[in-house]
């Protein structure tokens, strides 16, 4: 029997008014009810990061539940334009690795859901993400940071909830005793998260480290042995370090929006099979988990500004970017993206870009992103002056006491020292 | 009229003994007799790091040419063991890319110069390499840290050499004249380097970056198109960040030798087409330069090692050494590789490797590594701490507290600043 | 009345044992009161870092307040070889001036706790550090690192228990309540903590950062008005970046031993003035805080070792090493002396001081230390190479070579980009 | 009998017009006249960056050599504002003890070469610097950076001026036989550089590091013990890193001009004997030299400036702003001011600066820098937050989980490992 109904009406907004990030999900379903319960008026916000839901669907469903209102954002120019920009320009890999698909998306969403706060007058902020992972982080960190006194309920993290929701079947239990619909389709052995930059999976039979992930696990990506068995050969514009412009060089496609021009990376990478990683990455939280991600418009863009970016940058000045990208991708990773150094870093790497510009050719194919060929009026490549059968202004002799001046060092090291290298003969 | 026996008569070893980096190829071998012609006596050398040349046609030519002696030395197993197996261990990439097998193997053929040096008792060395390249400094700075005293006689940068051999002809009518023998083929209109580890093309039509580097071009690898139909996939094994054994879990192959592992792996690489890269890199002597190349094995042991790095080091260890590792191929790629700041930085790498073993599985396929799975008895991945679905030590309302306090700073920032963040509405 | 006695009579010992860390002053003794109430047996510990405490005195309060046990480890000379020698190796430095006086102690004082938990088979181990500073996260990291399972019991961080004493007042209360003896003289307007490197005072009339410091505050060291007015010249001589003998060239003084060397030279330079610093730092829990300090041998000792690390190490490794000090002092501040980077980043650090060896000449003089001379037989310092009277094996016009490399870079910028600096003149 | 007039009205301007940095001492002297000999029309340059020579007498000098021009170019504001300031902001010391006051003085000179070069058409530049040091690189690196197709003609690196002049004696009989003015006093024994930021001592009697330097040496600074018994205290202030103001708190003194309020603390700081040092450095050209420096305002400024950005930099910018510094420091001494990556750094630095504002009060006394207060309306230090009286809004059961949470990793790392750490009993 439900319970709810009478207690919802007795407590309903006594407590004030929450904005609930909510995903339509069973999770986040019956933390709007509970929130209910507890005595708040629960506004629910979707962000659309490209996810491709049915909003429509998931309104009703909210409304269902009990909110008050349902709010869905459009967010994916911002997404793309505030978040993956500066992360193309930082070539921004976590531990090497990891295209942090995720992690712009949540200062976005996070960004999103203060606004909501603000109009609709709330006081508190929740969400469903769990007590172990790094979206609790970033997405808390950004709320505090946008709005310093904002409450946040976090019921994965309030014994009170999870010791009361230990597993499914007791969030399906509360489902079916408060009318809250439930999927009708069987969730997958393993927890996924997209949003138009990537898919992760994670958890479920993925936790094994030694258990590969299952063939048909991808949404984003076409296997590279059932992709096409013909390259597509694009050419990218940059300017400022940031995409201006995709042309196919097949069939001539064109895209110059930002949103359009990600999607159909998306499409080509996609169709390729490319992006695919498996990944054991160290969360903020100290531990180590295992990801399996698809990101195919990021992993081309990133290859292709790489190129670019070493073909306009000064050698040492890209010495210097190379640390603050390593720093941007931590403090983007932990959730810091709304943090003074955070926005120091990338206005650092913004200046960095203002000539990062020209158009790069690459190929597509079977999983794979080939780096062709590449121009740029602000390159600083000069044929001439590298050319073996041109001396131009360049006096080869001249390496000759360049070389001797940095030998000095290493000569007195060895005469003074007489230390042998590791390796070297000693007869 | 060939005019040097004479003159080489006349002078020959006047100015002492000098061993000469030998090639067998046209430039080396005019070096050869126009130091002669200097009045040294020269020693042929080649150091064997797996260009797969005929030296006993080397010896050869190096004796009709007037050596006084050729040495040959097999430094293919040194090689992968001194030099690349640091370069694993540091997933070692210049500039984010370039796996740096030209660079690992200029200090190991130096190695081998200067042994020889002592061996005949020598005063100088010489080379081929031209004074517009990195392989100069490397060659050059190996040597004075091996020998401070050993003079270093470098044709390319002396303008009486430089001035006298303009172009190639000048070569060919000098060998014409002198006797020295031909290559019957003729060049690729670019420059190669190859060794065990890698091949490089360089210079001529490759010199225009935004000219697509020939499909022929590639010597160890198979076009991706062209490549199998089936992937390969691999078992690899690490003790302290070491390959020491690669099984092939289709035909159950194992190698376990350091040479004959990393060359199966060249053999897997190679017919799938992996290691490809086309890059414009930053040389030491501050020009940019384009170069296309090809590294089957080393792309593949360093994804491997990188993942089963990640699997068993400590996060915040893991950062340190992803800074030491940067320096590492810095080092390396402008040719200090005997220098104590490169010997500092490998002890340091090597120190960070203690744990770091276990076996990575990988899938091989149209020119992409795949890294499929992993295990480790060295494993700082808890599966169980990591579960969603299991608590365990781990209480999910301590995470509260650590944001909390991590928030405190980006609140305060607010509160006093009263700043707003790029992208964040303002109303 | 007290109510105490009784309560403790029926709980004692009923959860387990806890080692509390005791200072015999109001708030331990306190806490300690509170644990037996709260059902504990208390084994208090003193760990002996040079603070200068009666240590009979404390054994009997805490005996007369219940302890089962009283401990007191001597940790001098564990404290300055174990720690303090690390961080001079490091050059140590929090911030560019905090010598970490504190955080030194820390994981020494941690270690020895954790072996009074083993040999007393306790459970659990409790502190009286406030839940704002930086010593709980070092207190607490540093046990939890060397024993995980211990349970940590931090009265100020536990609602029942900080709501309850909200102020000193009810601290007095509560010991007035139960025959804890009173302190007997009225505590200074700030708060202090003192081990054998350095005094630390904080808080009170300090917590104004526009408030200067009171003159009569520091206990370490003469002011500098009223120092003496002849100087202290002293030779400081370092093996592997570890000084092993001072000797005071006025009156020949000599100090080898580890332990008597350093309050040696705590005496000097405490007569001297030498060490005072007044900062508003970082903590790690993310607020700033000001902090007076003063830490007399430690300025002398780092400002000598810095002088004979130059002159002993290569210039490039002196740069990694500088950056992984950078990191040294960060993890050493924020509670992270066991940890596997620290240990990393320690032993990195070791193998830089190798051939860090020799003899420094240092004044000390009214608040400053002064370096006069330095000399070893591991110095990379070739007066004849730098001689401008001696050319020796050095050839000026190399550099022309040098500099014109160097340059090309610098020039193609130009010439490409056409730029100008700021500063620079357009017309 | 002198050779020159004849030879100089031969060959007079056949060569061209170069502009020589002339100082009016011996060796430049001689360079011009060796510049006419060789066929040059020779413009003398002077940069006044505060060494305070007889620009009046040395113009005359310069002419009876025979220079067709001499130009004074009065730098010294532009050398306060262009190149001390960044370096405060950057709180810049090269290997953590050098202010780099010649290093920031050459690129402020050699901008002014090259507005000659132009304002005179001349096609070369000259200068005296020798061959072993950090100046000729600067002085060069600069102009080439500034004019690429500059001549550069330094005399002492080519070897028919160097081979000629061997010592001081050569140079003075050149000077005899060419009617050049000879120095009246003769020359310490050893060499020093001056400006209004410092004065360097080397070479001569400081060539050997063991050597101490003579008490008599210092020109800009008081010996501390002749120095007044009475302090300094001082109030300065700061805009966006940058010092506006100094107010000293005794005799209410106040300056605001750049120019003046540098010299004022010069002023305060020499009567106190502050901001000598005695090092051995890392020349650029690899190579240890000695040096004793003397920068009394410097010194007082970046320790207050560094008080001032701890007051009101985020920490996590200040970590980044560190490393930012640090390659500053080394751009700016090996002469890389005008390159991309300097600009890039400064912009950077910058960046940071934009709320580093706020009053120190320093007291300047007897060779030492005390600071004593600060206060800023831009201070993230939150006084009522820190407090340990005050709980506001931080709940100190929060810390629990902020440290429970960083303790993970070391837990797992422990249990995983079982490792021991150095030090730690293991019985």
């Known amino acids: 029997m439900a319970e709810s109904p009478s207690k919802r009406a007795q407590n309903g907004g006594k407590k004030g008014k929450v904005v609930l990030a909510y995903s339509g999900g069973l999770d986040t379903s019956c933390i709007l009810v509970w929130l209910i319960e507890e005595g708040y008026d ?24 009990g909110a008050i209102d349902y709010v869905v954002k459009d967010l994916k120019r911002d997404f ?3 978040n993956i920009w500066p992360a193309v320009q930082a070539n921004a890999k976590y531990e090497d690795r990891y295209l942090l698909g995720t992690a712009l998306a949540r200062p ?12 609709h007058n709330a006081q508190a902020v929740s969400h469903g993400a769990t007590g172990k992972g790094n979206d609790q982080v970033r997405f808390e960190l950004s709320c505090y940071a946008l709005h310093p006194s904002i409450e946040i309920i976090a ?3 309030m014994p009170e909830f999870y010791n009361r929701f230990q597993g499914r079947k007791d969030l399906f239990e509360y489902a079916a005793a408060h009318d809250i619909p439930l999927p009708v389709t069987t969730s997958a052995p393993w927890s996924m998260d997209g949003n138009l930059m990537h898919i992760s999976y994670e958890a479920g039979v993925l936790e094994d480290p030694k258990h590969e992930a299952p063939v048909d696990i991808y949404q984003m990506t076409t296997d590279p042995d059932k992709s096409p068995s013909k390259p597509d050969k694009l050419e990218i514009e940059f300017k400022k370090g940031i995409p201006v412009s995709v042309t196919h060089l097949g069939d001539k496609t064109v895209k110059t929006d930002p949103l359009e021009l990600f999607l159909y990376l998306n499409e080509i990478g996609g169709r390729q099979g490319v992006g695919r990683i498996d990944i054991v990455e160290n969360r903020y939280i100290g531990m180590k988990s295992r990801g399996v991600y698809e990101c195919p418009a990021g992993e081309i863009l990133i290859t292709a500004h790489m190129d670019i970016e070493s073909f306009t940058m000064d050698k040492a000045v890209r010495r210097i970017k190379q640390t603050l990208s390593l720093r941007f991708s931590e403090q983007c990773y932990e959730g810091y993206w709304y943090s003074p150094e955070c926005e120091f870093t990338r206005d650092c790497i913004d200046r960095s870009q203002e000539c990062v510009e020209g158009k790069v ?6 999983g794979h992103v080939y780096i062709n060929a590449r121009e740029s009026a602000q390159s600083l490549y000069n044929e001439e002056l590298v050319s073996m059968d041109v001396k131009g202004d360049y006096e080869p002799v001249d390496a000759l006491g360049f070389i001797k001046v940095n030998a000095v060092r290493l000569k007195e090291y060895r005469r003074l020292r007489g230390v042998t290298f590791a390796g070297e003969a000693t007869k």
């Open 42 to 65: 629960v506004v629910a916000y979707t962000a659309d990061v490209g996810q491709g839901d049915d909003y429509d669907a998931i309104r009703k469903k909210a409304m269902k539940c």
């Open 361 to 366: 050719t690459v190929t597509v194919y079977k």
């Open 108 to 119: 976005c969403i996070s960004k999103g859901i203060i606004e909501v706060v603000k109009e």
């Open 80 to 82: 793309v334009v505030e």
């Open 155 to 157: 019921p994965w993290k």
